[in-house]
């Protein structure tokens, strides 16, 4: 991972993450400039598998400012680029009941946007709540820590 452009950290709050792949994105050329400037957006966005292909829906990628009549709808529909096993594999899961494809990660690698996807299950309040317990437990404790490191 080269340059982090932006991550979808409500997925990390409401899924939890099985498996991670990486994914190509297609995008045009004033989509491309806008994603460098880092106005990109993956709330609300999922994936889902059409007809052997792989699609990202809901990612917001802001009009470039400078573009005229090249600049594409914002919220489009956008093509990942998979290896066909992948894709495969990747169907095989997400017919089963509970699982899902999330964005979670959008960056350059060398020149090219790259994509990670999660697949994901969803979780349910509790376990909401117990992963945000969990994390103020950490917090703290690493405050006592410091605390502790500095006498």
């Known amino acids: 991972m080269d340059k982090l452009i932006a991550t979808n950290k409500k997925a ?3 899924y ?3 498996d991670t792949y990486e994914a ?3 995008l045009v050329g004033c989509e491309v400039k806008s994603v460098r400037l880092g106005n990109v957006n993956l709330r609300d966005s999922f994936v889902m598998i059409k007809n052997g292909e792989v699609f990202m829906v809901g990612a917001h990628i802001s009009p470039y400012k ?4 090249f600049n594409v709808d914002p919220r489009r529909t ?3 680029l998979l290896n066909k096993s992948e894709i495969n594999k990747l169907r095989g899961k ?4 509970g699982y899902t494809l999330i964005p979670l990660k959008i960056y ?5 946007v790259k994509i990670e996807l999660g697949l994901c299950k969803g979780k349910e309040l509790h376990d909401k709540r117990a992963s945000i317990k969990e994390r103020e437990n950490k917090r703290s404790l690493e405050r006592v ?3 502790y490191n500095t006498r």
């Open 145 to 147: 820590m410091k605390e």
């Open 12 to 14: 990390y709050h409401d």
């Open 94 to 97: 997400v017919e089963q009941k």
């Open 78 to 80: 956008r093509k990942l």
């Open 24 to 26: 190509g994105v297609v």
């Open 108 to 112: 350059f690698k060398g020149s090219l």
């Open 66 to 69: 400078m573009g005229s009549y």
């Open 16 to 18: 939890f993450i099985e």
